[in-house]
């Protein structure tokens, strides 16, 4: 069988070369994809601060919530939950010494780490890579450990760099930078540069009696000690702290949340990247295989007369697929490897992974990428030959060989039940929540499925309509030929129905909701006459000082920050603003039920909708620390994108986020012009690692699709040079041909510029309407046309560049 399989595909490689390009881009994504999640989820912190201890004593770093189900006789299900903090829990200030008391410590070092906006020469600086600065008590210094190159110890108003940071802006014992914190801005001088640095944060080091003030902390982060036994201290400090106490590796989770690399966001989107590789894959090679074996009709039959059966022929049709998937997994899997790295590098500049991020190779993701692609492509295979197996062995004999009819069931199944999929996720499902966007491309997935499975009698319909549309003697021929090979158009026009419905719905999504930002923001602060982007961030007492001026009538400072919500036993994280608001209204958030107050809590209609909140309520609600508050909600509104689901006190904020400090601030003013500073800037709800999985999806469904097309117009029109020779012999110039060839090819990228403008028109509509409640389809025209014209101009060209290799 694997030799008549062998043979098979060198007879057919010309049939078979799409399918084969289609399988090696499988392989490579499926690749790259599996490299780069195994990559994340091994990942380790690239540096670890307390390197120097023997254990860490840690404030908490998650909200965990467990919740107890009672099962059938007696039984219970315990779940547990946890969603990580953006801020670091404090420990009592007492527990450093409680600690150190303990048998076979050796010392115990309390370590304040707090968030630290740092300028020098009237600029920004960041430590290596844009990476935060943080704060730190000298005391604390020994446990990576940093050592002095030059200087002193840090005395009150005196700050040690780390060598990093005093390369990066010249700075040298004596010089001077300006420190701004939660807290307020200070000026300290340089006492001193370390040797060390740390490769995924800066270090700002100040007197120990200093910390208190600078950083606002009621105790220390983390308290690092020294024993000879981390596993019986754990167990000795356990029930003494209630904290987390980590030993060995884990010892580096003990740091700031906003210090570690974070790679939950990438951990989603290469898992979808490898979800949407196989949808497209199988998407795509079912319709390339099935196209292929169209062509082969006769010779099935042939095999059917010597006493081939249906399972035999389908055993041959996969181990073609097996063969050709094992031949395109060979330079697959290397290409998969160098796009990692690209996807990697790419990333990198969006800041979605750490600069230090690296792609690791590993076989056995690659053998199991190789494997994959086998798999699609043979499962592509067995759905593109369950009809055509069954073949009559007397089709042989025929001029034309035509696959028997039947599976009409079966297709008008998976089209009322990927239909029904699709309406459902779109009516059910809130669109104008975090799942939107993905939840907008599952239902764009499932109606494409839809319109594969009723692929025929949806183009049999249309064609019979823009079949009459073409113009000339050659137009109306092509016109009755798409009627009457309504299967083969299908073939073809369901590829672009694919390429322009998954870019258009994901790329108008996107632009739609840029556009509700930046309308939102705008009338957000249109009662505002100053505007004001605060830069690296006020204090929230700077901004009250601002904000009780003589001219300023009103005013609104923001603080972003982000909180957590435990609801049905499970915690959520939220973005959130920090509100301070004083004088006559200079935020107008569309509040649509109650009213801000002071210290109150209010949630986006959204939020409030899905969590169903209401007015009155009083809302548990964590904090960026993990602080636990309850707070009373007070008011819903309407106007949260590019914003936040939550609204919180800004007193409360700025005392429990790590960074705590305000970033834009509305004024109400007779005198705009005495008021320093920057407009706003555009709002920008993507988030970088949004633009980083649209970016990687559109390239996946354009590679996949750009094949598709272009193989089935050239499967198509070479299964076709007998009918070219027959018109030829009639009379037919080659030109009159090829006329034929490119009206035909326009049929069918007509067909499937339509099924994918209503399949885009469907999902669009629906997340438009989810999130203000407005119908739009056209979103963004440019976009829409420049997509139209791709997909339409592609369909062309390989229709066009087949026929004239055909009729040549």
């Known amino acids: 069988m694997m030799r008549l399989a062998l043979a098979g595909l060198r007879r057919h490689r010309g049939a078979y070369a799409g399918t084969f390009l289609a399988a090696v881009l499988a392989v490579a994504l499926l690749a790259a ?167 995924a944060q800066g270090a700002l ?160 993701v690659a053998l199991a990428a190789a494997a994959a692609g086998v798999l699609l492509t043979v499962l592509a295979a067995r759905i593109a030959a369950r009809r055509a197996v069954r073949i009559a062995p007397t089709q042989a004999l025929a001029e034309t060989a035509v696959a028997p009819r039947g599976a009409g069931a079966l297709r008008v199944a998976l089209s009322v039940l990927t239909a029904a999929g699709a309406v459902t996720v779109l009516a059910v499902v809130p669109l104008d929540g975090p799942l939107g966007m993905g939840m907008s491309f599952v239902s764009c997935a499932l109606l494409l499925c839809a319109v594969a499975a009723s692929g025929p009698p949806l183009v049999r319909g249309l064609t019979a309509v823009v079949g009459r549309l073409a113009p000339g003697a050659m137009g109306r021929l092509a016109g009755l030929i798409a009627r009457a090979e309504h299967r083969r158009i299908a073939a073809v026009a369901v590829p672009l129905v694919l390429m322009f419905a998954v870019n258009a719905t994901m790329l108008l999504n996107s632009a739609l909701l840029g556009d509700l930002a930046a309308a939102e923001q705008a009338a957000r602060t249109a009662p505002a006459d100053v505007r004001l982007d605060v830069g690296a961030g006020l204090p929230l007492g700077t901004a009250a000082k601002l904000a009780t001026a003589a001219d300023v009538s009103g005013a609104a400072a923001t603080i972003p920050t982000r909180a957590v919500l435990v609801r049905a036993g499970k915690p959520e994280d939220y973005a959130a603003q920090g509100l301070l608001a004083t004088g006559a209204p200079a935020l107008d958030l569309g509040v649509r039920s109650g009213a801000l107050t002071a210290d109150g ?108 097309v272009v193989n089935t117009f050239a499967i198509a029109t070479a299964g076709r040079r007998p009918e070219y020779a027959s018109l030829r012999l009639a009379g037919a110039t080659v030109a009159q041909v090829r006329r034929l060839v490119t009206g035909e090819a326009a049929i069918a990228v007509t067909v499937g510029a339509l099924l994918g403008a209503a399949v885009t028109a469907v999902v669009v509509g629906a997340f438009s309407l989810a999130q203000d409640g407005t119908l739009r389809v056209l979103v963004d025209p440019a976009t829409y046309a420049a997509l139209l014209g791709g997909t339409a101009g592609l369909g062309l060209l390989a229709g066009a560049a087949a026929a004239i290799r055909c009729v040549r």
């Open 33 to 199: 994809g599996g490299l780069l999640l195994f990559s994340v989820l091994t990942a380790r912190p690239p540096a670890d601060r307390f390197a120097a201890a023997d254990a860490v004593v840690a404030g908490a770093r998650e909200v965990t919530a467990t919740t107890v189900t009672d099962k059938k006789q007696g039984k219970t299900k315990t779940k547990t939950k946890s969603e990580r903090l953006t801020g670091a829990g404090t420990l009592p200030p007492e527990l450093t010494a409680r600690l150190a008391a303990l048998p076979g410590v050796d010392g115990a070092v309390a370590d304040y780490a707090f968030a630290v906006e740092l300028t020098a020469g009237g600029r920004s600086v960041r430590g290596a890579d844009h990476a935060p600065v943080v704060g730190h008590g000298w005391g604390s210094a020994a446990l990576t450990p940093f050592t002095l190159r030059s200087g002193s110890p840090p005395g009150p108003g005196l700050a040690v760099v780390d060598a990093d940071l005093a390369e990066r802006v010249h700075l040298a014992p004596g010089g001077a930078v300006e420190v701004t914190t939660r807290t307020g801005t200070r000026t300290l001088h340089i006492s001193g540069v370390t040797r060390e640095a740390l490769p």
């Open 205 to 364: 080091f100040v007197a120990d009696a200093d910390v208190a003030a600078l950083s606002g902390l009621a105790g220390p982060t983390a308290i690092a000690v020294h024993t000879a036994d981390p596993a019986a201290f754990a167990r000795a400090a356990a029930p003494l702290t209630g904290a987390a106490v980590r030993t060995g590796a884990d010892r580096v989770r003990a740091d700031l949340p906003g210090a570690l690399p974070d790679y939950v966001a990438p951990i989603s989107i290469f898992g979808f990247v490898i979800g949407i590789t196989g949808f497209a894959a199988v998407f795509v090679l079912v319709g390339t295989v099935a196209l292929g074996v169209r062509q082969r009709l006769r010779e099935l039959a042939l095999l059917r007369t010597i006493g081939a059966t249906p399972r035999a022929l389908r055993r041959l049709l996969g181990a073609e697929a097996a063969a050709l998937a094992a031949l395109a997994a060979v330079p697959g899997v290397p290409l998969g490897v160098a796009v990692a790295g690209l996807i990697a590098r790419r990333f990198r500049d969006l800041r979605v992974v750490p600069a230090q991020f690296e792609v690791r190779a590993n076989v056995g």
């Open 601 to 708: 809590l209010a949630v986006s209609t959204f939020l409030a909708r899905q969590e169903g909140l209401r007015v009155g309520d009083r809302v548990p609600v964590w904090l960026a620390d993990g602080f636990r508050t309850e707070l009373p909600l007070t008011a819903t509104y309407d106007r949260s994108h590019g914003f936040g689901d939550l609204v919180l006190p800004a007193v409360l904020v700025g005392a429990h986020d790590p960074r705590g400090l305000v970033a834009t601030l509305a004024l109400r003013t007779s005198a705009p012009g005495r008021f320093a500073g920057s407009a706003l800037p555009p709002a920008a709800p993507d988030a970088p690692e949004q633009q980083g999985a649209w970016e990687l999806m559109v390239a996946v469904s354009l590679g996949f699709t750009a094949i598709a």
